[in-house]
Structures are given as structure tokens and as C-alpha cells.
């Protein structure tokens, strides 16, 4: 029976085993449950890696789980500061809670986590330093959300303080930090009395390989341009880029 045991737990790991197992017990501080080691090995698979396995036509990515972790990273993230800032307002709760989450900040602690030597990808992906860094702070999200199914909200949250938090997240450094590029940008502008606009100027690829160019122009001259997976990402990236040259950051 106990042979029997090992065998299952054996083809259940395989090829999520060794080294990248036994990495994955320290990150957490706890032993995944035997169910659950499929969530784990999902929170790692980006979508171009998905593709080549079992039914195309059933995502086994890590979206779904990334989509349920940021919705419990914000749950758990508002009960901390709650707790913590007993005598602030809603507002500033709101502020701290954006910056813990911001796309910059997960992607910051998953690398230092070591998330990234840890992710699925398929070889024939288009891969940059700075991308491979973004795909490990939405690991990072699915991470939370493999968690939460296994263990439930008491051992998530703990994981998220005693894992992210504490050891990452300096909270007086945070309380004093803007990551606002685009608003600190359109704040130098109403000051200043200029036009600022972020225009799209490239988009290539296609499905999950496409990316998006965002060009921040002052009064019609381009100051600053990036490219990210999502508009969005691509517009604050360019701001801080303009930020920077226009020594905004201080």
C-alpha cells in the first residue's frame, strides 16, 4: 500500500519534481497537498507551453488561477493595511493597497523570490529578460491562487505576510513612494501648461506574443516610448520612461 502511495505521488510530481519540488516547499514554508500538485505545476505553465499539451482546445495555462490569486491578493492586501493603518482614511488605504499590487511591484518580488527559473514556457516563445520578469509576477498571482485552493484563506494570507510582505515590502518606503508615473506626468504638465498625449504607435505579433508600443508626447514632440503586453502596462512604462528623462522622480 505505502509502495503503492509513493508510486501515485511519484507520477503526480513527475515532471514537477527535484530541485524545482524541493524549491517550491521553501518559497511556501509548507507541503502542498498531494491533490493539489497539478495547481502548482499550473501556476507555472504559461500559456505558450499549455498549448502543447493534452486537449489544445482546454486551458490547463496558468490564466484562470493567476485571475482567482489577484482577487485574493487584493482581499488579503486590504485586511493587512486595514489592520496595520487603524487611523487612516480610505483613501490612502486605497493608494498603499495599489502600490503592493502594482504590475512593477509583483513582478519585483517574484523575481527576488526566484519565481521566474521556476516557469513553463515553450521554447519557440519570444523571450526578454524584462518579459520572463513580467510572466513571473502573473506566476506569482497564480501561486496565490494554487495556494488558496489547497490550503484556503488562513494559509494564504499567511503566506502573503510572512513570505511577501515582511521580508520585501518596506511599508515606510512604500507610504512616501509615487508609482504614479502618468500622474506625476500630468501633473508637470498642467503646471507647465502642456499638452501630454500616449499614443500607440507599433503593435506586432499575435495572440499571447503580441506587444504594444506607447509613445508619451509633450506638446506633440515624443519625449519617451515602450513596449508591453497590454496597452496599459506600455502607457505607465512610458511615462516613467519621460519621468526620468524630464527628472520628474527626484
Not at 108 to 126: H, Q, T, V, Y
Request: with cysteine; proline share 2%; glycine share 6%.
Amino acid at each position: 500500500m505505502e509502495s503503492e502511495r509513493k508510486n501515485i505521488f511519484s507520477k503526480l510530481l513527475n515532471p514537477f519534481h527535484g530541485k524545482t519540488y524541493a524549491r517550491l516547499k521553501r518559497l511556501l514554508g509548507f507541503t502542498p497537498s498531494i491533490a493539489s500538485i497539478s495547481l502548482y505545476r499550473q501556476a507555472f505553465r504559461h500559456t505558450s507551453a499549455a498549448s502543447r499539451i493534452g486537449d489544445p482546445t482546454v486551458n490547463i495555462s496558468n490564466e484562470r488561477l493567476e485571475f482567482l490569486g489577484d482577487a485574493i491578493l487584493d482581499a488579503i492586501i486590504a485586511d493587512f493595511l486595514f489592520r496595520k493603518f487603524a487611523l487612516k482614511g480610505e483613501g490612502f488605504l486605497t493608494e498603499m493597497r495599489s502600490k503592493i499590487v502594482s504590475r512593477d511591484q509583483l513582478n519585483s518580488l517574484a523575481e527576488k523570490m526566484g519565481l521566474a527559473e521556476m516557469l513553463e514556457i515553450n521554447g519557440n516563445f519570444d523571450l526578454q529578460h524584462h518579459t520572463k520578469v513580467s510572466l513571473a509576477g502573473n506566476a506569482l498571482e497564480s501561486l496565490i491562487g494554487a495556494i488558496y485552493l489547497d490550503k484556503g484563506f488562513n494559509t494564504t494570507r499567511k503566506f502573503v505576510v510572512n513570505k511577501l510582505l515582511k521580508p520585501f515590502v518596506d511599508m515606510d518606503d512604500l507610504e512616501i513612494r509615487n508609482d504614479n508615473y502618468k500622474s506625476i506626468l500630468f501633473q508637470y504638465a498642467q503646471r507647465n501648461r502642456n499638452k501630454v498625449e500616449f499614443l500607440l504607435v507599433e503593435e506586432n505579433g499575435r495572440s499571447h506574443q503580441k506587444t504594444f508600443a506607447v509613445a508619451v508626447m509633450i506638446d506633440e514632440i515624443e519625449i519617451a516610448r515602450a513596449s508591453q503586453f497590454t496597452k496599459k502596462k506600455a502607457e505607465q512604462m512610458s511615462a516613467r520612461k519621460a519621468c526620468e528623462v524630464l527628472k520628474l522622480l527626484g
